[in-house]
């Protein structure tokens, strides 16, 4: 008998919730309220981009996965493994924590440049680029839900104490 491996039951077992979270998202009673989305859309967006990437995950980092099993590849996390674990983990932490003091906008924006820094391992990644990207990124989360949704955000106690307006 052949063994599956780990992608295949990751794949597998996210698929699973992704059909969970679709079932759990059709229970949530609809308002019918004009010009708006509703409160099931981003559940439903979310299940199907986990279905998709599951899917492409299986295909592809499974057959990665077996090429390197043949080759006798490194464990799946080693000691440093496991330290930038734990680091991201408390980086996460930190990011929930800054939310409320210096804002959405600003945190998002570092929040970004330090998780691109501690994710690339020893990979070497251009600082101006990381730069750019995260700026782009934490400006269009924060501007799309606070002016294309209407969802406040966090705006940062920071500011409010300095008389500081922020967008």
Known sequence: ?????????MGAVFIALALWVIYQTGMIPEKLVSNEPGPKMFPYIS????IVMSVLSIIFDGRKENEEKRAGAAPYLDGAGWKRLALI???????????NWIGFWFTSMIGMLVFIMTLRADKKI??????VLSVALGSL???GFTRGFNIPLPKGVIWTMMGIKMP
Do not use: D, H
């Open 1 to 9: 008998m052949k063994k599956l491996n780990r992608t295949y039951v």
């Open 47 to 50: 299940a199907i981009g986990m």
């Open 89 to 99: 983990m408390v980086e996460c932490i930190l990011f929930c924590a800054a939310m």
């Open 126 to 131: 251009n600082l101006i680029f990381a730069v």
């Open 141 to 143: 989360c924060y501007f």
